[in-house]
């Protein structure tokens, strides 16, 4: 009778941390594919309409440090500025509009 327990113990443990370990499988799966896919891009390649918007007024003085261009579910592009030591990143849609 303590060998059957022994063994019933023993079938229960190896199937929760097969199940684990599928588990664990999947989840590292969709995450790596969840990642946005990143390409630099040269400041003078942003679209016309990313180069329009940051000539304007409100951009005055920064210039563009880098830029990348991120896949995603809604591609959008990523534009680090930089004004003397104070810099901030900023997401534009290929259409030149701010994105929050």
């Known amino acids: 009778m303590k060998k059957l327990?022994?063994?019933a113990f023993s079938l229960m443990t190896l199937a929760s941390v097969t199940t684990f370990a599928q588990t664990?499988?999947?989840?590292?799966?969709?995450?790596?594919t969840?990642?946005?896919a990143k390409t630099s891009v040269k400041p003078e390649e942003l679209?016309?309409?990313?180069?329009k918007t940051l000539s304007?007024?409100?951009y005055?003085?920064?210039?563009?440090?880098?830029?990348?261009m991120v896949k995603s579910k809604v591609d959008y592009y990523e534009v680090?500025?930089?004004?003397d030591?104070?810099?901030?990143?900023?997401?534009?849609?290929?259409?030149?509009?701010?994105?929050?």
């Not at 664990?24 to 790596?32: F, P």
Request: proline share 2%; charged share 25%; net charge neutral.
């Open 80 to 83: 680090s500025l930089m004004k």
């Open 56 to 58: 304007t007024d409100a």
């Open 60 to 68: 005055k003085g920064w210039t563009v440090s880098s830029a990348n």
């Open 34 to 36: 969840q990642q946005d």
């Open 47 to 51: 679209p016309a309409a990313i180069q």
């Open 85 to 100: 030591k104070e810099t901030k990143m900023i997401k534009f849609d290929k259409e030149g509009t701010i994105l929050e």
């Open 24 to 32: 664990d499988a999947k989840t590292q799966a969709v995450a790596s």
């Open 5 to 7: 327990s022994i063994l």
